[in-house]
T-cell receptor
């Protein structure tokens, strides 16, 4: 699986949009970009994933550059409860076999939302 | 709407003791996983299962055994606990998509915090 690079930390004001960047310059054509987050003392929580098109769900939006070498997770109106470690992961999707379905978590980016 | 449930939530063991961590999911998922998370590191895959009766090794399988006798349960065993196995253990499950190009997210439990003295 391709390696991802994320800043160590960032902060944003409550109510503002939080834009979390991720570089994945070695991504392959069949690799998806996933975002998870982990709030203190809880298990990782799935947020969103995409292949090449921008995606949006009730939690966030995912913007993937045209060359797919980077992406941005957008939390449109950050709240204090969004303070967490956010993980950007790329993973092969083909055949969705057990060997390819594992997630490789790096150190993530710590988002701090301030009042 | 339980999702993935892990028991116990906390446990303290002495070196050499054995124990089993239980993971149960009620989403009818085919795939199940056991990860460990240590300070300053990401999650590392211990073992996984692609279906009832099947298991496979992940990145850090040594010192652990697993069983998947029922589709909804995935057990992680420590036969002889060592201090290096002090960690937070997470179980996850995911659905097997029929479309090879689609992907299903993994759903995680809230972890078991294990300390080995």
């Amino acid at each position: 699986d391709a390696k991802t690079t994320q800043p160590t930390s960032m902060d944003c004001a409550e109510g503002r949009a939080a834009n979390l960047p991720c570089n994945h310059s070695t991504i392959s054509g069949n690799e998806y970009v996933y975002w998870y987050r982990q709030i203190h003392s809880q298990g990782p929580q799935y947020i969103i994933h995409g292949l090449k098109n921008n995606e949006t769900n009730e939690m966030a939006s995912l913007i993937i550059t045209e060359d797919r070498k980077s992406s941005t997770l957008i939390l449109p109106h950050a709240t204090l409860r969004d303070t967490a470690v956010y993980y950007c992961i790329v993973r092969v999707a083909w055949f969705n076999t057990g060997a390819n379905s594992k997630l490789t978590f790096g150190k993530g980016i710590t988002l701090s939302v301030r009042p | 709407n339980a999702g993935v449930t892990q028991t116990p939530k906390f446990r303290v063991l002495k070196t050499g003791q054995s124990m089993t961590l239980l993971c149960a999911q009620d989403m009818n998922h085919e795939y199940m996983y056991w990860y460990r998370q240590d300070p300053g590191m990401g999650l590392r895959l211990i073992h996984y299962s692609v279906g009832e009766g099947t298991t496979a090794k992940g990145e850090v399988p040594d010192g652990y055994n697993v069983s998947r006798l029922k589709k909804q349960n995935f057990l992680l065993g420590l036969e002889s606990a060592a201090p290096s196995q002090t960690s937070v253990y997470f179980c996850a499950s995911s659905y097997l998509a029929g479309d090879a190009l689609s992907n299903q997210p993994q759903h995680f439990g809230d972890g078991t915090r294990l300390s080995i003295l």
